[in-house]
């Protein structure tokens, strides 16, 4: 998680080991390609936004859901999206509303 420090042990001699290294500057052991480190591993798709944009705060719920092992800096984009979304459409939603209430009472008379 993002939360957690950057080392890691060697696992033969127990040294410290920066996390982006794969080999140990004490004994000289290089580790093998894990999942994570793969260049094959897959990233974080730019659909996730349509998804945000098509249902709003629950669609950023969604995708910050999804995405929030892989990618938690963009999840937090996906969710902030989707509030932001919720609420220009809420504002829109209530000028419309106003508007239509004070063209209907327009024509009354006073």
């Not at 892989?70 to 984009?77: E, L, M, N, S």
Request: glycine share 6%; aromatic share 16%; net charge positive.
């Amino acid at each position: 998680m993002f939360w957690q420090k950057s080392i890691k042990f060697c696992p033969k001699c127990g040294a410290e080991m920066d996390l982006s290294s794969r080999r140990c500057s004490r004994c000289g052991f290089e580790e093998p390609f894990s999942f994570q480190e793969s260049p094959l591993s897959p990233k974080t798709s730019n659909w996730w936004y349509l998804v945000v944009v098509l249902f709003g705060f629950f669609g950023g719920i969604v995708a910050w859901a999804a995405n929030r092992s892989r990618d938690p800096k963009k999840a937090i984009h996906f969710l902030i999206l989707g509030i932001i979304l919720q609420v220009l459409e809420m504002i829109i939603s209530m000028l419309i509303v106003f508007n239509l209430v004070f063209r209907v009472f327009e024509g009354y008379p006073k």
